[in-house]
Protein backbone atom coordinates (compact mmCIF):
# COMPACT_ATOMS: atom_id res chain seq x y z
CA UNK A 1 0.00 0.00 0.00
CA UNK A 2 1.10 3.42 -1.11
CA UNK A 3 1.82 5.40 1.81
CA UNK A 4 -0.47 8.42 0.21
CA UNK A 5 -2.63 7.60 -2.50
CA UNK A 6 -4.44 9.81 -5.34
CA UNK A 7 -6.45 9.14 -8.36
CA UNK A 8 -3.84 10.70 -10.71
CA UNK A 9 -7.15 11.68 -13.40
CA UNK A 10 -6.95 13.81 -15.24
CA UNK A 11 -9.99 14.95 -13.88
CA UNK A 12 -12.06 17.25 -16.15
CA UNK A 13 -14.42 19.88 -14.79
CA UNK A 14 -16.01 22.78 -16.76
CA UNK A 15 -15.40 26.04 -16.17
CA UNK A 16 -17.22 27.55 -12.74
CA UNK A 17 -17.79 24.06 -11.40
CA UNK A 18 -16.41 22.85 -8.28
CA UNK A 19 -13.63 20.59 -8.27
CA UNK A 20 -12.59 17.86 -5.66
CA UNK A 21 -9.72 16.24 -4.95
CA UNK A 22 -9.00 13.60 -2.82
CA UNK A 23 -6.40 11.86 -1.17
CA UNK A 24 -5.84 8.73 1.72
CA UNK A 25 -2.73 7.85 3.62
CA UNK A 26 -1.73 5.32 5.41
CA UNK A 27 0.11 6.26 8.37
CA UNK A 28 -2.06 7.03 11.31
CA UNK A 29 0.29 9.12 12.83
CA UNK A 30 0.57 11.71 10.15
CA UNK A 31 -0.37 15.17 11.94
CA UNK A 32 0.25 17.67 9.20
CA UNK A 33 -1.15 17.65 5.70
CA UNK A 34 -0.81 19.48 2.40
CA UNK A 35 -1.83 20.13 -0.98
CA UNK A 36 0.48 21.62 -3.67
CA UNK A 37 -0.19 22.77 -7.73
CA UNK A 38 2.44 22.52 -9.85
CA UNK A 39 1.80 23.36 -13.23
CA UNK A 40 3.93 21.56 -16.13
CA UNK A 41 7.54 21.92 -16.14
CA UNK A 42 7.12 24.00 -12.63
CA UNK A 43 7.99 23.42 -9.41
CA UNK A 44 5.22 22.54 -6.64
CA UNK A 45 3.87 26.10 -5.25
CA UNK A 46 2.01 25.32 -1.65
CA UNK A 47 -2.03 26.09 -2.16
CA UNK A 48 -3.12 24.65 1.84
CA UNK A 49 -1.92 23.30 4.84
CA UNK A 50 -4.22 21.49 7.52
CA UNK A 51 -3.68 19.93 10.70
CA UNK A 52 -7.05 19.39 12.37
CA UNK A 53 -9.95 17.69 11.44
CA UNK A 54 -12.67 19.64 9.67
CA UNK A 55 -12.63 22.23 6.68
CA UNK A 56 -10.29 24.92 6.22
CA UNK A 57 -10.93 27.66 3.38
CA UNK A 58 -8.94 29.92 1.51
CA UNK A 59 -10.48 32.32 -0.65
CA UNK A 60 -11.69 29.45 -3.49
CA UNK A 61 -10.35 26.83 -2.30
CA UNK A 62 -11.11 24.65 0.71
CA UNK A 63 -9.16 21.37 2.74
CA UNK A 64 -10.98 19.07 4.79
CA UNK A 65 -9.35 16.21 6.69
CA UNK A 66 -10.86 13.60 8.73
CA UNK A 67 -8.54 11.32 10.62
CA UNK A 68 -10.41 8.73 11.24
CA UNK A 69 -10.65 7.86 8.03
CA UNK A 70 -7.29 8.93 7.10
CA UNK A 71 -8.67 11.13 4.08
CA UNK A 72 -7.77 14.50 3.37
CA UNK A 73 -9.57 16.81 0.22
CA UNK A 74 -9.15 19.88 -1.81
CA UNK A 75 -12.46 21.56 -3.32
CA UNK A 76 -11.90 24.06 -5.73
CA UNK A 77 -14.77 26.43 -6.40
CA UNK A 78 -15.63 28.74 -9.46
CA UNK A 79 -12.77 26.45 -11.43
CA UNK A 80 -10.78 28.61 -14.06
CA UNK A 81 -8.81 27.62 -16.96
CA UNK A 82 -5.81 28.71 -14.96
CA UNK A 83 -6.40 25.96 -12.17
CA UNK A 84 -5.45 23.21 -14.73
CA UNK A 85 -2.31 21.63 -13.27
CA UNK A 86 -1.04 18.75 -11.39
CA UNK A 87 -2.37 19.03 -7.62
CA UNK A 88 0.10 17.35 -5.22
CA UNK A 89 -1.28 15.70 -1.55
CA UNK A 90 1.37 15.81 0.86
CA UNK A 91 1.20 14.31 4.33
CA UNK A 92 3.70 15.04 7.27
CA UNK A 93 4.68 12.08 9.86
CA UNK A 94 7.61 10.22 11.06
CA UNK A 95 10.85 12.13 11.37
CA UNK A 96 8.66 14.57 9.47
CA UNK A 97 9.98 14.20 6.17
CA UNK A 98 6.81 15.02 3.35
CA UNK A 99 5.67 12.68 1.84
CA UNK A 100 4.03 13.00 -1.51
CA UNK A 101 1.19 11.06 -3.51
CA UNK A 102 1.61 10.98 -7.38
CA UNK A 103 -0.79 13.85 -8.44
CA UNK A 104 -4.26 13.84 -9.76
CA UNK A 105 -4.48 16.05 -13.17
CA UNK A 106 -7.15 18.69 -13.48
CA UNK A 107 -8.13 20.10 -16.60
CA UNK A 108 -10.96 22.54 -16.30
CA UNK A 109 -12.33 23.01 -19.68
CA UNK A 110 -13.63 26.37 -20.85
CA UNK B 1 12.30 38.13 0.41
CA UNK B 2 14.41 35.49 -1.76
CA UNK B 3 12.14 32.14 -2.27
CA UNK B 4 14.33 28.74 -2.28
CA UNK B 5 16.96 28.97 -4.93
CA UNK B 6 18.56 26.14 -6.66
CA UNK B 7 21.41 26.06 -9.23
CA UNK B 8 21.90 24.99 -12.12
CA UNK B 9 18.21 25.51 -13.48
CA UNK B 10 19.45 22.79 -16.21
CA UNK B 11 22.41 20.15 -16.13
CA UNK B 12 24.03 18.23 -18.49
CA UNK B 13 26.56 15.23 -17.59
CA UNK B 14 28.47 12.64 -19.54
CA UNK B 15 28.09 9.31 -17.70
CA UNK B 16 30.26 8.92 -15.24
CA UNK B 17 30.44 12.26 -14.56
CA UNK B 18 29.77 13.81 -10.94
CA UNK B 19 26.74 16.37 -10.84
CA UNK B 20 26.49 18.91 -7.79
CA UNK B 21 23.61 20.30 -7.16
CA UNK B 22 23.05 23.14 -4.94
CA UNK B 23 20.24 24.34 -2.69
CA UNK B 24 20.05 27.85 -0.70
CA UNK B 25 16.94 28.02 1.28
CA UNK B 26 14.45 30.96 2.16
CA UNK B 27 15.99 33.57 4.69
CA UNK B 28 15.58 32.05 7.98
CA UNK B 29 15.32 27.99 6.88
CA UNK B 30 17.45 26.01 8.58
CA UNK B 31 15.38 22.28 7.09
CA UNK B 32 16.40 21.12 3.54
CA UNK B 33 14.67 18.13 1.64
CA UNK B 34 15.34 17.13 -1.39
CA UNK B 35 12.99 15.55 -4.17
CA UNK B 36 13.70 13.41 -7.44
CA UNK B 37 10.78 13.84 -10.10
CA UNK B 38 10.69 11.77 -13.43
CA UNK B 39 8.18 13.05 -16.03
CA UNK B 40 4.65 12.38 -15.17
CA UNK B 41 5.66 11.01 -11.67
CA UNK B 42 5.11 12.90 -8.30
CA UNK B 43 8.01 13.40 -6.07
CA UNK B 44 10.23 10.99 -4.12
CA UNK B 45 11.32 11.53 -0.86
CA UNK B 46 15.46 11.60 -1.06
CA UNK B 47 16.68 12.65 2.07
CA UNK B 48 16.24 15.82 4.56
CA UNK B 49 19.13 17.43 6.29
CA UNK B 50 19.01 20.11 9.14
CA UNK B 51 22.15 22.37 9.50
CA UNK B 52 25.45 20.22 9.97
CA UNK B 53 22.95 16.97 10.22
CA UNK B 54 21.05 14.56 8.12
CA UNK B 55 17.84 13.73 9.32
CA UNK B 56 16.29 11.45 7.20
CA UNK B 57 18.09 9.79 4.34
CA UNK B 58 15.69 6.69 3.75
CA UNK B 59 15.34 7.81 0.42
CA UNK B 60 18.40 8.21 -0.98
CA UNK B 61 20.00 5.37 -2.71
CA UNK B 62 23.35 4.13 -0.92
CA UNK B 63 25.57 4.60 -3.53
CA UNK B 64 26.84 6.97 -5.78
CA UNK B 65 23.98 9.74 -3.90
CA UNK B 66 25.14 12.05 -1.01
CA UNK B 67 24.22 15.30 0.89
CA UNK B 68 25.13 17.90 2.72
CA UNK B 69 23.99 21.18 4.42
CA UNK B 70 26.75 22.57 5.95
CA UNK B 71 26.42 25.53 8.85
CA UNK B 72 27.61 28.03 6.20
CA UNK B 73 26.68 28.19 2.20
CA UNK B 74 24.19 25.91 0.00
CA UNK B 75 23.04 22.36 0.56
CA UNK B 76 24.79 20.32 -2.20
CA UNK B 77 23.22 16.68 -3.24
CA UNK B 78 26.14 14.92 -5.27
CA UNK B 79 25.71 12.41 -7.75
CA UNK B 80 28.57 10.52 -8.41
CA UNK B 81 29.45 8.36 -11.52
CA UNK B 82 26.00 9.76 -13.07
CA UNK B 83 23.99 6.92 -15.19
CA UNK B 84 21.60 7.79 -17.64
CA UNK B 85 18.65 6.44 -15.03
CA UNK B 86 19.63 9.68 -12.84
CA UNK B 87 17.90 11.96 -15.72
CA UNK B 88 15.32 13.67 -13.78
CA UNK B 89 14.43 16.96 -12.11
CA UNK B 90 15.62 17.30 -8.31
CA UNK B 91 13.93 19.78 -6.56
CA UNK B 92 14.76 21.22 -2.99
CA UNK B 93 12.47 22.54 -0.40
CA UNK B 94 13.27 24.31 2.94
CA UNK B 95 10.83 24.81 6.11
CA UNK B 96 12.08 27.52 9.49
CA UNK B 97 11.51 24.23 11.50
CA UNK B 98 10.81 21.31 11.85
CA UNK B 99 7.97 21.16 13.55
CA UNK B 100 4.07 20.02 13.27
CA UNK B 101 3.30 22.84 11.67
CA UNK B 102 6.19 23.37 9.03
CA UNK B 103 5.13 24.32 5.43
CA UNK B 104 7.75 22.91 3.31
CA UNK B 105 8.23 25.87 0.10
CA UNK B 106 10.10 24.19 -2.94
CA UNK B 107 12.83 25.76 -5.69
CA UNK B 108 12.35 26.41 -9.26
CA UNK B 109 14.83 22.34 -9.79
CA UNK B 110 17.41 21.35 -11.29
CA UNK B 111 16.88 19.16 -14.41
CA UNK B 112 19.58 16.83 -14.68
CA UNK B 113 20.38 15.25 -18.35
CA UNK B 114 22.97 12.26 -18.53
CA UNK B 115 24.01 11.66 -21.68
Known amino acids: QKEVEQNSGPLSVPEGAIASLNCTYS??????FFWYRQYSGKSPELIMS????GDKEDGRFTAQLNKASQYVSLLIRDSQPSDSATYLC??????????FGTGTRLKVLA | NAGVMQNPRHLVRRRGQEARLRCSPM?????VYWYRQLPEEGLKFMVYLQKENIIDESGMPKERFSAEFPKEGPSILRIQQVVRGDSAAYFC?????????????FGQGTRLTVV
Open chain 1, 50 to 53: IYSN
Open chain 2, 27 to 31: KGHSH
Open chain 1, 27 to 32: DRGSQS
Open chain 1, 90 to 99: AVRAGTYKYI
Open chain 2, 93 to 105: ASSATGGRLAEAF
